[in-house]
């Protein structure tokens, strides 16, 4: 009888609504267009499908490590751990925000964007050959949102995960029109169930809660073969992955080795880089590229420098000084303007620079939706519909960078910069600036290791003279992040990276919400409603069209209000590398590539030299 009942129950939900409208599977989602690679693709066009396997790459990091647990909102987890876990969906390198079936073979949500279902690749298995499942999917988005606050906001819209269907996991949202959430939901990070509810070799049980050192189990293409803490750590390619001949993982991962050496200042890192005790080194400073390369491997050629513009094709980038608006100090837009004029960008090119950066004017510098000249359109149109909540400038005044450069420029950008304070209630008694209540304005910028001391002292001594007690504090990396992390901090200089296809992520960057959360990357702390209005605007954007004009919106608006003191940037990464390695003819459009699709050379590594560990 049971089994006639639940025959006849199968029967009826054939014929009803829910299921009168047959699924469509998708194995590739892109925000711009169309997938570029069919269903069932080889390989993706720029990778070496015949890539020898062997070798071993040698790479860098700075700070420590205390953990192998990737969830937790404390600790600092170990650099690497990318190579062990995986996502449901992975990205191709020459589009544009498009996303390929990976532990999920592919995906289906409704035309309203209010869900998604990923149906589970039946091949994907943990490194000790058990399956990945739907389970594990979704105990792993419960353990995420409950343990890590930051993470928690960032899936706010997602009301319930749960197993749909044999193989088949479901996200329900709690608003429709979101493009972009089935792509954010493809980027979950899978971890083994059974493995963290197991116990460790000695018996104990094991707590996703805590941090662990403890050998971490994935699916990725490597495992974790040994560390010291704190120091290094190496992973060995997994002979068995699973994915190996899947076309997205074909001509990857092609070392039998990834070692991550760590350091706790840059100076040392960068020694430890022509010593040969790691491989690859991404230049921050251009005094170092124009004139530190005179050691002896560089001179000869076994050691090469190159410029890649890849990497920026498709990144916008916010970099600059950045104040803590939870500090009273900052709460003063006319004091937060007044920065912009005591930064003399043109002097630091002549002196420190030569002519390699160029100044950022945008939230979003360097892609096409920063914004520019005055509003008009449908972006104008959508600042019109928050003009109470935004500032009366961005309808007026163009975002512009003052130009400084000789003594005369910098004494009147500090004369409007004077001007600017006291038309707020500032006043200059001496040599105090003082505010309206009589406080004289001070502040620390904390910064993460000495690179950027001679920037920072530059600023802090234009500060001075309008009267600013300014301090610079330089810490280690570990005492940096905990200190971010606390926000325990006045003013720190970082940065925002941003793609073509903006969305929830910008709630984490300046939403009200993550101003609240210890994890989240709103370093400014930034709580506005007008703001918070037009993230909106651009998460649920309908079309490509309203999505750029609300972005440019809010890039004016974030312009407006001071709220980052831009700095500088350089459109391409400067790599210098020991010569050990060969990469495909054509390196992906958006991607250097490196390691992932770059291999050991044995010739190379002959002329060079054998590494030294």
Known sequence: MKLLAALALTALAAFSP???????????????????????????DYVNPDAPKGGVVRLSDMGGFDTFNPILP???PASGLGLIYETLTTSSEDEVSTEYGALAEASSFPDDFSSVTFRMNPRARWADGQPVTAEDVVWSFDQIIALNPSQANYYANVTRAEVSAPGEVTFTFDQSGNRELPKIMGQLLV?????????????NKRD?????????????????????????????????????????????????????????????QFEGFKGDEFDWWDENLALRWQGGYDFPAATDGRVIKEMFENPYRTSGIMVGFVPNLRREVFQNQALREAFLYAFDFEELDKLRFFGQYNRIDSFFYGIPLASSGLPEGEELEILNAVRDLVPERVFTTPYTNPVGGDPARLRANLRIALDTLTAAGYRLEGSQLLDASGKHVAFEILLNGPTLEPIATAFQTNL????????????????????????DYDMIYTGWA????????????????????????????????????????????DDRETLEAATRALDRVLLAHNFVMPSYSLRKARVARWDRFSHPDRLPDYSIGFPHTWWYDEARAARTGAAKN
Request: a negative charge; glycine letters at 8%.
């Open 74 to 76: 404390e600790g600092e």
């Open 464 to 487: 001075e003279r309008l009267g600013m007690e300014v301090s610079i504090r330089t810490v280690d990396s570990p005492q940096y992040i905990e200190r971010v992390r606390s926000r």
């Open 18 to 44: 829910a299921f009168a409208e047959e699924r469509v599977w998708h194995h590739a989602t892109s925000l711009v267009g169309e997938p570029k690679y069919p269903p069932g693709f080889a390989h993706f």
């Open 208 to 268: 996703i809660s805590r941090p662990t050192l403890e050998k971490p189990m994935g699916s990725g293409p490597y495992v974790l073969a040994e560390f010291s803490p704190g120091r290094s750590i190496t992973y060995q390619r997994n002979p068995d992955y699973w994915a190996s001949n899947e076309g997205f993982a074909v001509g990857h991962n092609n070392f039998d080795q990834v070692k991550y050496e760590l350091f706790l200042d840059t100076t040392a």
């Open 191 to 203: 971890l083994p169930r059974h493995w963290w509810e197991g116990t460790d070799e000695k018996g």
């Open 498 to 541: 941003q793609s073509l296809s903006p969305g929830n992520e910008q709630r984490d960057f300046w939403g009200s919400a993550s101003a609240a959360q210890q994890d989240s990357r709103n370093y400014a702390g930034i709580a506005d409603k007008g703001v918070d209005a037009l993230i909106d605007r651009i998460i649920f954007a």
